[in-house]
């Protein structure tokens, strides 16, 4: 059975830094892209990064450039993402997803498998 579980979000000023984990089961991580996503209230969901499968090419949403970056370990089955400077506007439940294949792809209607999501709250 295809698992994805996020972690590591929580409560940050801003400024500070927090880095989220998202660990997968039931399929062979090195076949499909990661993305990370994430979800205000009353927003849509919106696509914050995505890493190819052997983790060479990554893309990022303007809004995080420089800020954000994502990596993964496919021998951990773990994506992870590293967020500094954060930043009021970056709150929201974080979900990481995964699309079979390398598309560099940031639209949320692309992954099938969605984990149950990690909320990150930035805030003085």
């Known amino acids: 059975q295809l698992q994805l579980v996020e972690s590591g979000g929580g409560l940050v000023q801003p400024g500070g830094s927090l880095r989220l984990s998202c660990a997968v089961s039931g399929f062979t991580l090195d076949d499909y892209t990661i993305g990370w996503f994430r979800q205000a209230p009353l927003k849509e969901r919106e696509g914050v990064a995505c890493?190819?499968?052997?983790?060479?090419?990554?893309n990022y949403a303007d809004s995080v450039k420089g800020r954000f970056s994502i990596s993964r370990d496919n021998t951990k089955n773990t994506v992870y993402l590293e967020m500094n400077n954060l930043k009021p506007e970056d709150t929201a439940a974080y979900y990481c997803?995964?699309?079979?294949?390398?598309?560099?792809?940031?639209?949320?209607?692309?992954?099938?498998?969605w984990g149950q999501g990690t909320q990150v709250t930035v805030s003085s």
């Open positions: 997803a995964a699309d079979y294949g390398w598309y560099a792809r940031l639209g949320f209607w692309e992954y099938d498998y």
């Open positions: 890493i190819s499968p052997d983790g060479g090419n990554t």
